[in-house]
């Protein structure tokens, strides 16, 4: 694998109203692990992921996260991973920074509600 230096020119934004997606690695570029900053204004759906991990560290703002039932106020510096096949959402004005590990791929994501 090449070293990669990325302008954030480069990088598009993924806009699904509530939600924006950058990515930061494509799947070119590393085929097991997604890297983006996601912002988050609103109540994201709750999910279930069932193909890999997730982690988000908060760059910006707060919000709450619900994983399993229990709900967690997170603001800038927190740490959140969310293991393999938990149910979760999140809500606030959030940016933050997602890793998945393996890739992020919505043919593992389950909907559990239409928020």
Request: aromatic share 10%; no cysteine; glycine share 8%.
């Amino acid at each position: 694998m090449k070293y990669l230096i990325r302008n954030e020119k480069e990088i598009s934004v993924q806009d699904y109203g509530y939600i924006k997606v950058k990515q930061l690695l494509n799947q070119e570029d590393i085929d097991n692990l997604s890297v983006a900053i996601v912002e988050i204004n609103g109540t994201n759906k709750k999910i279930i992921n069932k193909r890999g991990d997730a982690i988000y560290y908060v760059l910006k703002g707060s919000g709450l996260f619900e994983i399993n039932g229990s709900k967690e106020i997170v603001r800038v510096g927190d740490l959140i991973f969310i293991p393999k096949g938990s149910e979760y959402f999140d809500s606030g004005n959030l940016t933050m920074l997602s890793i998945n590990n393996p890739r992020y791929d919505s043919k593992f994501i389950e909907y559990l509600s239409e928020n």
